[in-house]
Every structure is written in structure tokens, then in C-alpha cells.
């Protein structure tokens, strides 16, 4: 309440400013706008609770095997897309060894060749002593020696084909190993830290760069026990949450978000009773043309509150949807102060079907909020209400 009450005095200043800047001129003319009234309303209590946002895709990236630092192109802060190189260690050896295994498999794809000719050549050998065999042309043990030397040679070829296979294998390792000198992004993301340097040896499975996602956040909330029930999914469907992150003020955006909860941890903190409750939040950019790697203007570690449904009745304060605008201050709305259009800035808590509960300091139950044609209202600008205020009669002021 303070906060609100100091930006509304600030924001008090800078229309007394523009208001004298306005009529020092010759004044806007009147605007003709629909009004309605501020209510007192009876709605469902919703309950604050705090929390914070986390990134749903956090990771150390570690090297696969051991070697030198030599190059490390990202540095804290920069972006980075899945498969962009974030760091490379010494592969020397690595290259090496993969021409020794390329020379293993071709001295090992001779031997097969040999292999396999020499078992033809049995083939044939055997093939005419059995026919010569058959016309009584040759011992019975010219024909087993024969057979005995095919069944030699093919067991020689097996051999050999086994032997390439493992060289065979032995390569892919190597060239695997090379690859791994090599390390890139899992995803896309941020490098939040360098876990190493340039001429550093680093060991198999040793942090090097530390890369968090920012298309998406979860923003974990710690829910009382006696109203998480209420968050449960119902027939299918998971009941939606208001949040509020205050950071998203500095970027100009509304600070105020609605999203279905994604699930309930079935486990409370044995000392404070809260039930930790996990709610998506996408974090695009607000251009289409901004780097997605770099998310929207939501962060890790970002405050959230959260506006939960208790079930529990209370009086509050409530506005059309239509008389809240926005700006880099936060939101407000006009009201008629006397004739000519006044500001006051509002703090959203949440929605209520057409209508919006809200907090400020400005406004008191009956007075009349625009909401038509405020959109380039100016402070201080002379009203004409062009239809009667809903439940009221009609009005219309010069």
C-alpha cells in the first residue's frame, strides 16, 4: 500500500506537469467517453502466497573426455543456439589415433580380401577332387584334405571378418573421441558461467560452461496445505492461477499473468505446511524479431506472487476490464474528476468475470472510471459522457 501510494504521488506531479503543459497551449478539446462505475462488490477471496521463478532447462556442460583448453568462444551473458560450439579442448592425439584406427581397419579389410580368396580357390579344389574322386580318380584322403582345408579357410575368413569388425569399432571409438574434443550447446539458451579458461586441463565429466533455457520458466509457488486442494486438476482440467511478477514493471509489461497450474508436488515441507506448486510460464520475446535464445523479459530467480482461490467470500473493490490501461508505470484508469478527466494508478489483484478487482488509493466506490475512449484521454481534458453510467442515470457534462 505504500508503494502505490508513493507512485501515486509521483504520478500526481507529472500530471499537474503535463496539465499546465496541456492548457498552457489552449487546452485539449472535450472527449467524449463512456463511463462507469467503481462497486464494492462481494467476490471470492483469492490469497497471495510468494514464490520464485526457475528455469525449466538448467545444465553444466561437461567435457567427455579429458584435454587442454584451447579455445572457449562464449562469455557470461552471450546467447547461444543447440550445436554452437562453447568450447574445444587439444585433439592432436584424438586425430591421430583415429588415422591409426583408419590404417587397422584397411590392413584388416586386406586380410578379409585374402582371406576370402583363399577360401574360393578351397572351393575349387575340393570341387574337382570330388568329381575326380567320383570317377575313381582320387583317394579318400586327397578328398579329405580337401574338406579339411575349405572348412580351414573358412574359419580363417570368420576370423578375419571378426578382427574387422573390431578395428572397425576401434574407429568409431576414436572418431567419437575427437568429436568429444569438441563441445557444443545442448540447447538453446544463455551461458550464465565459464567453469573454466583458456590453457586449463580440464577431466572427464569437469564443468565447463554452465547454459540455462529461457523460453520457458516454471514459477514455483509455496501453496498452505488447507488451499492446495484447490489447485488439483478437476474433470480433466487444471485450474488457472494470477501471478505477478514486479521485475516485469522495468520492462514496460504488464506485471500481471494468468496460467493453468501444471501440477501439485504431493509432498509439503514438514515444517511449514506448504505444498510447492510448479506453474509453465512460456517467456517469448515481445518482437518477433528479437534473438529467441534470449527468451522474453522473464528471469530465473525473479520474485512471483501468486493469487490462489480459497473458496472464502470478502468485499472488494472492482472495475469494468475495460477502463484499465497500461503504461512503463504499471496500470491505471481515468475517472472523472469533476468534469475533466483525472488519473489513478491501480494495482490488478484479479479478474472476476467482465470485471477486475483492484487496489488504489485514488479511487472510492461510486466514483465513475472510463471505459470508452479513454484510450487518448489526457490528463485534465474536459469530459462529455455520451451514454448513462451503468445502473445511473444519464449524464452528460460540457
Known sequence: MLRTAQFCAVAAVCI???????????????????????????????????????AVRRSVVAAEEAGQVVDLP??????????????????????????????????????????????????????????SFARAGAAQIELDEARTNKANAEARLLQARADLAWAQADLRTAVKRLEDMTIEAPFDGVALSRRTEIGQWVREGEAVVELVALDA???????????????????GR?????????????????????????????AADPLSRLFPVRVRLENKPAVAS????????????????????????TQAMTVHKDAIL????????????????AIAPVRIDYAVGQRVVVQSPALRPGMMVVIEGNERLFPGQPLIVTDAPRGGPAAARP
Open 16 to 54: 499537474s506537469a503535463l496539465t499546465s503543459s496541456v492548457y498552457a497551449q489552449g487546452g485539449p478539446p472535450p472527449a467524449k467517453v463512456r463511463l462507469d462505475d467503481v462497486r464494492l462488490e462481494t467476490v471470492e477471496r483469492w490469497r497471495e502466497v510468494t514464490g520464485e521463478l526457475r
Open 74 to 131: 562464449v562469455e557470461a551473458g552471450d546467447p547461444v543456439v543447440a550445436g554452437q560450439v562453447i568450447a574445444r579442448l587439444d585433439d592432436a592425439l584424438a586425430r591421430l589415433e583415429v588415422e591409426r584406427a583408419k590404417a587397422l581397419v584397411q590392413t584388416r579389410e586386406a586380410i578379409v580380401a585374402e582371406r576370402v580368396t583363399t577360401l574360393e580357390k578351397s572351393q575349387r579344389d575340393l570341387a574337382r577332387i570330388e568329381d
Open 217 to 235: 520458466l516454471d514459477a514455483w509457488l509455496d501453496v498452505p496445505e488447507a488451499f492446495a486442494p484447490r489447485l488439483f486438476p478437476k474433470e
Open 238 to 266: 487444471s485450474p488457472e492461477v494470477v501471478l505477478r511478477v514486479p521485475a516485469l514493471r522495468a520492462f514496460g509489461v504488464d506485471e500481471t499473468l494468468r496460467a493453468p497450474v501444471s501440477s501439485v508436488i504431493p
Open 290 to 313: 528479437a534473438d529467441a535464445s534470449n527468451g522474453g523479459p522473464l528471469r530465473p530467480g525473479m520474485t512471483v506472487v501468486g493469487l490462489i482461490p480459497t473458496g472464502e467470500s
Open 326 to 341: 497500461r503504461n512503463e508505470t504499471g496500470p491505471y484508469v481515468f475517472f472523472d474528476g469533476g468534469g475533466v478527466a
